[in-house]
């Protein structure tokens, strides 16, 4: 199945192939469950995004993709209550077989425990969303902004394997800052207001917040080890292209990464308060948008679904798993922030993890990586999906 999926010509820069991957996945659902298709429109994202559509468009290719298809199932057990929701968090990644690797291990475990009669107390959700290089909104996004199989606990197939368990993410926003000058001749400097030298006292105070942030390490295992603390970095600046004229507007591209612990509000309006004392020290107006946000998550061994998991694994490949947290993002933050659930992930094969851009060569996965991650994903299923529902959340169900 792996090597099926892997043959479909597919690039996901550009979404070639997305069809074609898409049919495979709800053909292969169908022949154990009920598949079904769901076309996001395309306007959905012009909705959501608003009056900041044109200002996210710069960092994000919002129009690529469309229109958008997310492939369903359910497992049904014995309740028709979701007890564990499985995506692959957040994007197929087409062509790239470790990424389509997470999928088709999903997909078997479910496809196993179907099969063989065992009985569910609680049903299964499966979702392959595509977001590739959009944020997530448009497939994990889409999923909880309507509550399409909504549960406690969700298990996506990212970033992890065959010892590491995603825990959860940095959190993240992007800010673009603008100061408001008078643009004059170069040859007349004292006529004008340059716009730039406003943003260079907002450099200097980015940095130093930089600073005071680089102090703040958290206790929690954040990889890799030298990204712990959170960060600020000015990304982007751009300002008048003509060589001879003081610019009236001078932009900066801010990425923000928080730790779990800290919040998107405090963040942001610490980073507001800076532009404001700016503003009044260079009597420039300085304005600031954020265009793109998103909250930390992390969810600690202790939790339920967490630590059934690091049972199975442990069980399986004979060693104590690693739980991480990631200095990027994936699209854990959706089910956490919006439903309040314990988001985890999981996925057969090693990896780079310190690289965050995916490539489909990059990423190869054995027959007996596949293999154990199907096993440790099915008992995780039966184990979790067949536990009390006020059982302790530290005690996995043993079996």
Same mark, same amino acid.
């Given at each position: 199945?792996?090597?099926?999926?892997?043959?479909?010509?597919a690039d996901g820069t550009t979404g070639e192939g997305y069809p074609e991957t898409v049919g495979y996945i709800a053909t292969a659902l169908s022949e154990f469950t009920r598949a079904e298709k769901i076309d996001v429109p395309?306007?959905?994202?012009?909705?959501?995004?608003?009056?900041?559509?044109?200002?996210?468009?710069?960092?994000?290719?919002?129009?690529?993709?469309?229109?958008? =298809?997310?492939?369903?199932?359910?497992?049904? *057990? #014995?309740?028709? %209550?979701? /007890?564990?929701?499985? =995506?692959?968090?957040?994007?197929?990644?087409? *062509? #790239?077989?470790? %990424?389509? /690797?997470?999928?088709?291990?999903?997909?078997?475990?479910?496809?196993?425990?179907?099969?063989?009669?065992?009985?569910?107390?609680?049903?299964?959700?499966?979702?392959?969303?595509p977001d590739a290089y959009i944020g997530g909104e448009s497939g994990a996004g889409y999923l909880v902004a309507h509550d399409i199989g909504r549960a406690k606990a969700v298990l996506a197939g990212s970033l992890g394997g065959p010892d590491i368990i995603t825990a959860g993410y940095k959190g993240h926003f992007w800010a673009k800052i603008t100061t408001h000058g008078k643009s004059t001749h170069g040859s007349r400097p004292m006529e004008g207001k340059n716009a730039i030298d406003a943003m260079m006292v907002v450099q200097e105070k980015i940095k130093r917040l930089a600073a005071e942030l680089a102090t703040n390490v958290s206790p929690l295992p954040i990889v890799p080890e030298h990204a712990n603390a959170p960060t600020i970095a000015m990304c982007r600046i751009e300002a008048n292209l003509e060589a001879t004229f003081i610019p009236d507007r001078c932009s900066l591209g801010i990425d923000r990464r928080l730790n779990p612990g800290e919040t998107l509000s405090r963040a942001m309006r610490d980073l507001e308060d800076l532009v404001s004392e700016a503003a009044r020290e260079t009597g420039c107006s300085i304005n600031i948008h954020f265009p793109h946000k998103v909250e930390p998550t992390y969810t600690p061994p202790e939790d339920a679904l967490h630590a059934t998991l690091r049972q199975n694994v442990r069980n399986t490949i004979g060693r104590e798993p690693r739980s991480l947290i990631w200095s990027h993002y994936l699209g854990l933050h959706y089910f956490s922030d919006a439903w309040g659930s314990a988001a985890i992930a999981y996925a057969p094969g090693t990896v780079d993890h310190g690289n965050v851009h995916v490539t489909g060569s990059e990423r190869t996965v054995t027959d007996d990586e596949l293999a154990a991650t199907v096993q440790i994903l099915a008992l995780t299923i039966h184990d979790y999906v067949n536990r009390s529902s006020t059982a302790n959340a530290s005690s996995p169900q043993e079996e």
């Open positions: 199945m792996l090597a099926e999926m892997s043959a479909i010509p395309t306007s959905y994202l012009e909705a959501l995004w608003g009056k900041d559509l044109a200002l996210a468009r710069e960092y994000l290719p919002v129009s690529q993709f469309a229109p958008r =298809t997310i492939v369903t199932a359910t497992a049904a *057990g #014995a309740s028709n %209550e979701i /007890a564990l929701h499985l =995506t692959n968090n957040y994007d197929l990644y087409w *062509g #790239a077989r470790k %990424e389509r /690797a997470a999928t088709v291990a999903q997909i078997l475990a479910l496809k196993a425990l179907m099969l063989s009669g065992v009985r569910l107390n609680r049903s299964v959700f499966l979702s392959a969303t």
